[in-house]
C-alpha cells in the first residue's frame, strides 16, 4: 500500500522551452517513489534586444496557471544558459555571510566587469578552506519568477541552476574524487574540476552539434589553462544523450543522467531529466 504526498511541481526553463513536470510522490514499502505525471512542454523563441529569458517566463506565465491546485510546491531548474559561474577562494578571516558575498561580487566583477552588479549571487556550502562555487544569474529573472509563480497561486520553493542540481543528483558516483564534470545542454557546455571531491575550476562554452568529437580537444586547453600538474582523465557527462561517447586515450567518458534515471523518465527527454536532477 502506498500513501499519497502533496504534489511538487518541477519547472526547467531553457531558452527555446519550458518543460513542466508534476511529481507524484509515494510513500511504499520500498521507500519514497517520484514519477512525472503528465509532462508538459511549452517552446518559446526570443526577441532580439530582449533578455534571453523574457520569452521563456511568459510562456511560463501562460502555462501555469494549469498546474495549480492550492496544495503545489514548485523547484525551477535554471539552464546554464542563464547563470554565470566563479569560484570563490577561502578566506578564514571572513566575519560573516555579508563578507563572504562580497568577495564573491569582487570575483565575478572581475571576470565578467560591471554587468556582474545586476546579478543576484547564490554561494554554495563547501568544506572549510576549499574553494566554494558562486552561481550569479539576472536579478530582474528572479524577480520575475517571483512575480509569475505568486500570479499563479503556487508556492515557488527553490530555484537552482542546472550545474547544481544535476552535481547533487550524481554525487555519489564521484567518490570525492579527483575528475572532470561535464553538463550538455544545446549550445552550453558547463565544465568543472573537481580536485579531491572539491571545485579547482569551473568554465561555460558554447558547443556545436559536434561536441563530442572536439570534447578532447576541449579537455586539453582546459588542463592546460588550469596549469595543473597532474590532470585526471576520468570525465563524468551528464546530458550526453544516446550519442556514443569519445574513445580516445588517455581520456575515459562515463554518461552520468539521463541514462542512469528510470526509463520512463530518460524516455521523456532532457529537460524531464533535467527536471528529476535536483
Given at each position: 500500500m502506498s500513501r499519497w504526498l502533496p504534489?511538487?511541481?518541477?519547472?526547467?526553463?531553457?531558452?527555446d522551452q519550458v518543460a513542466l513536470s508534476p511529481l507524484r510522490r509515494t510513500v511504499g514499502l520500498r521507500g519514497l517513489r517520484r514519477t512525472i505525471d503528465a509532462p508538459h512542454i511549452v517552446s518559446c523563441n526570443g526577441t532580439t534586444g530582449a533578455p534571453p529569458w523574457r520569452a521563456a517566463l511568459q510562456a511560463l506565465e501562460t502555462a501555469l496557471p494549469g498546474f495549480a491546485n492550492g496544495k503545489t510546491t514548485a523547484t525551477v531548474i535554471l539552464s546554464n544558459h542563464f547563470l554565470r559561474y566563479a569560484l570563490v577562494p577561502w578566506h578564514a578571516e571572513l566575519a560573516d555571510a555579508e563578507e563572504e558575498?562580497?568577495?564573491?561580487r569582487h570575483c565575478f566583477a572581475r571576470v565578467y566587469g560591471k554587468?556582474?552588479?545586476?546579478?543576484e549571487l547564490r554561494l554554495?556550502?563547501?568544506?572549510?578552506?576549499?574553494?566554494?562555487?558562486a552561481s550569479a544569474v539576472d536579478a530582474e529573472l528572479l524577480a520575475a519568477l517571483k512575480a509569475v509563480f505568486g500570479s499563479a497561486g503556487i508556492a515557488l520553493r527553490s530555484v537552482q541552476p542546472h550545474l547544481m542540481a544535476a552535481f547533487n543528483g550524481c554525487r555519489g558516483r564521484l567518490r570525492q574524487g579527483s575528475a572532470w564534470f561535464a553538463v550538455v545542454e544545446p549550445g552550453n557546455l558547463c565544465l568543472a574540476l573537481l580536485d579531491?571531491?572539491?571545485?579547482?575550476?569551473?568554465?561555460?562554452?558554447?558547443?556545436?552539434?559536434?561536441?563530442?568529437?572536439e570534447l578532447p580537444l576541449i579537455l586539453e586547453r582546459e588542463a592546460y589553462l588550469a596549469d595543473i600538474q597532474t590532470v585526471p582523465h576520468e570525465v563524468y557527462l551528464w546530458g550526453a544523450g544516446d550519442g556514443a561517447?569519445?574513445?580516445i586515450e588517455p581520456w575515459r567518458f562515463h554518461a552520468l543522467a539521463p541514462a542512469q534515471l528510470?526509463?520512463?523518465?530518460?524516455?521523456?527527454g532532457l529537460h524531464f531529466a533535467m527536471a528529476m536532477a535536483g
Amino acid at each position: 500500500m502506498s500513501r499519497w504526498l502533496p504534489s511538487e511541481l518541477r519547472v526547467v526553463i531553457c531558452p527555446d522551452q519550458v518543460a513542466l513536470s508534476p511529481l507524484r510522490r509515494t510513500v511504499g514499502l520500498r521507500g519514497l517513489r517520484r514519477t512525472i505525471d503528465a509532462p508538459h512542454i511549452v517552446s518559446c523563441n526570443g526577441t532580439t534586444g530582449a533578455p534571453p529569458w523574457r520569452a521563456a517566463l511568459q510562456a511560463l506565465e501562460t502555462a501555469l496557471p494549469g498546474f495549480a491546485n492550492g496544495k503545489t510546491t514548485a523547484t525551477v531548474i535554471l539552464s546554464n544558459h542563464f547563470l554565470r559561474y566563479a569560484l570563490v577562494p577561502w578566506h578564514a578571516e571572513l566575519a560573516d555571510a555579508e563578507e563572504e558575498l562580497s568577495l564573491a561580487r569582487h570575483c565575478f566583477a572581475r571576470v565578467y566587469g560591471k554587468d556582474a552588479q545586476q546579478w543576484e549571487l547564490r554561494l554554495n556550502h563547501e568544506a572549510p578552506e576549499a574553494p566554494r562555487l558562486a552561481s550569479a544569474v539576472d536579478a530582474e529573472l528572479l524577480a520575475a519568477l517571483k512575480a509569475v509563480f505568486g500570479s499563479a497561486g503556487i508556492a515557488l520553493r527553490s530555484v537552482q541552476p542546472h550545474l547544481m542540481a544535476a552535481f547533487n543528483g550524481c554525487r555519489g558516483r564521484l567518490r570525492q574524487g579527483s575528475a572532470w564534470f561535464a553538463v550538455v545542454e544545446p549550445g552550453n557546455l558547463c565544465l568543472a574540476l573537481l580536485d579531491d571531491g572539491c571545485w579547482s575550476r569551473v568554465r561555460s562554452l558554447r558547443i556545436g552539434s559536434a561536441w563530442a568529437e572536439e570534447l578532447p580537444l576541449i579537455l586539453e586547453r582546459e588542463a592546460y589553462l588550469a596549469d595543473i600538474q597532474t590532470v585526471p582523465h576520468e570525465v563524468y557527462l551528464w546530458g550526453a544523450g544516446d550519442g556514443a561517447l569519445p574513445e580516445i586515450e588517455p581520456w575515459r567518458f562515463h554518461a552520468l543522467a539521463p541514462a542512469q534515471l528510470p526509463d520512463a523518465v530518460a524516455a521523456q527527454g532532457l529537460h524531464f531529466a533535467m527536471a528529476m536532477a535536483g
